[in-house]
């Protein structure tokens, strides 16, 4: 099977949204250091864009999750695959996800780092689906809210194809 990519939201759109998301971020963060972990490795691409925009000093970890089941459907069940490198605790954490679906990864995620003491923890999305929700997540900075499409793009795969695309385009099976 193949599949087209039809654009929904443009390198450019993507890339002023960003701006605007960073100095909302630079001036919420102002006088502190905001600690970025990147959510592997969808969130990659939007952590890298995001973070050369931002005025504060940044730190930054990664970690890699991933959810048991099918392959276009997050089951709930999360599995850490790399934990972070760095203790958080007193850190002003900011968790960088490249999209918000069912909400379970990030409820997990969010829980599992709470337990670890940060100072402060917030969640900054590339995308969300809000109709898509299962589990109740606290967002503080969304820069798309898109529909119930499956998107590819800006970090976004689908079968570990598409990724690198530097916009986000909505997959179309053939
Ligand atoms: P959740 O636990 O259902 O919120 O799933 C979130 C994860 O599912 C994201 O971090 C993505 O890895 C993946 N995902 C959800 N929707 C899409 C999509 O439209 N395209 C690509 N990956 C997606
Ligand atoms: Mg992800």
Not at 12 to 37: F, K, T
Not at 42 to 57: H, M, N, Q, W, Y
Not at 148 to 153: A, I, P, S
């Amino acid at each position: 099977m193949s599949e087209t990519i039809r654009t929904l939201l443009s390198e450019e759109e993507v890339d002023q949204r960003i701006a605007e998301i960073a100095a909302q971020i630079s001036e919420d963060y102002e006088g502190r250091q905001v600690h970025l972990i990147c959510v592997l490795k969808g969130g990659i691409f939007f952590t890298c864009e995001l973070a050369k925009r931002l005025s504060v000093p940044v730190s930054m970890d990664f970690m890699s999750v991933s959810s048991y089941g099918a392959a276009t459907k997050s089951s709930g069940v999360v599995k850490i695959v790399k934990d972070l490198d760095e203790e958080i605790e007193g850190k002003d954490v900011l968790v960088v996800e490249d999209i918000i679906d069912s909400g379970r990864t990030l409820s997990y995620l969010l829980e599992y780092l709470r337990n670890r003491g940060p100072k402060s923890l917030r969640l900054c999305t590339l995308l969300d689906k809000p109709e898509r929700r299962v589990v109740e997540v606290d967002v503080h900075y969304t820069c798309f809210q898109i529909p119930d499409e499956f998107v590819v793009g800006y970090g976004l795969d689908y079968a570990q194809k598409y990724r690198n695309l530097p916009y986000i385009g909505i997959v179309e099976l053939d």
